[in-house]
């Protein structure tokens, strides 16, 4: 039986030449772990620490390293270890040490992502994965 692929869309925030908020639209858990080892290996090449504010189903040490990232550059916090989001996020981001902040929107509020995209006048990029609900179309499914 043949299935549709997913479809990610990316929502930027600042038409800026680097956006500083990009919305990554996933499916599945599936694809939203392959656009964040896209996106982990687009941070690892920048000047600078990588921050990853994740829930517990993300890559694993070994996934990573597989994938040729370097985990010396990133740092993992738990959702259930932080106390205070707004602060984390916006020291992060105006620190100066960070290149990107990845985060999930079940996470971080869409009035939050709005916010930190009037204020932030930072060079670090924050990026945040949130899962669209695909409804079944006619045209997107295919036959057998």
């Known amino acids: 039986m043949l299935q ?6 990316i929502k930027s925030y600042n038409a800026a030449s680097e956006p500083v908020v990009q919305v990554i639209h996933t499916e599945d858990e599936i694809s939203a772990s392959l656009e964040l080892l896209k996106v982990l290996h ?3 090449q ?4 990588t921050l990853l504010i994740a829930p517990d189903n993300v890559p694993n040490k070994a996934m990573l390293q597989s994938c040729s990232i370097d985990s010396s550059k990133l740092l993992v916090i738990r959702q259930k270890h932080l106390v205070n989001l707004p602060y984390v996020l916006n020291s992060a981001l105006h620190n100066g040490n960070f290149a990107a902040v990845i985060t999930w929107t079940d996470i971080v509020s869409p009035s939050q992502l709005d916010a930190l995209a009037l204020t932030t006048q930072s060079k670090a990029q924050l ?3 949130t899962r ?6 006619p045209d997107s499914l295919l036959m057998c």
């Open 4 to 9: 549709s692929i997913s479809v990610t869309r």
């Open 42 to 44: 687009s941070c690892n």
């Open 46 to 49: 920048k000047q600078g620490w």
């Open 127 to 129: 990026y945040c994965f």
């Open 132 to 137: 669209t609900r695909h409804t079944a179309t």
